[in-house]
Nanobody
């Protein structure tokens, strides 16, 4: 069973930075390296939305609202996904979730979420 554990959330002032990490266990390095991985977020009263993703082919996709400020990356040796968030804004406040979908599999996996709060 794949398990995802996020860390790195917290409280930061507007304009600040945070780096989120998501460590995946229960999945081999080879499966992880070709999995689609991503970060989603959900603010109070809003639907969960995609923030950034790396496809199985290695393409990176970003929500328009975070382009130029956030960077997603993955370490296939450590089975870890990162989200570097710079120039944070109050509207970035949300619970951030890590997501992994192994290539060719129906199952997909979510982390428990980590709170990011940006004060103005």
């Amino acid at each position: 069973q794949v398990q995802l554990v996020e860390s790195g959330g917290g409280l930061v002032q507007a304009g600040g930075s945070l780096r989120l990490s998501c460590a995946a266990s229960g999945i081999s390095g080879s499966r992880f390296s070709i999995a689609t991985v991503g970060w989603y977020r959900q603010a109070p009263g809003k639907q969960r939305e995609l923030v950034a993703a790396i496809t199985s082919g290695g393409s990176r996709n970003y929500a328009e609202s975070v382009k130029g400020r956030f960077t997603i990356s993955k370490d296939n040796v450590k089975n870890t996904v990162y989200l570097q968030m710079n120039s944070l804004r109050p509207e970035d406040t949300a619970v951030y979730y890590c997501h992994v979908r192994p290539l060719g599999e129906v199952s997909n996996y979510w982390g428990q979420g980590t709170q990011v709060t940006v004060s103005s």
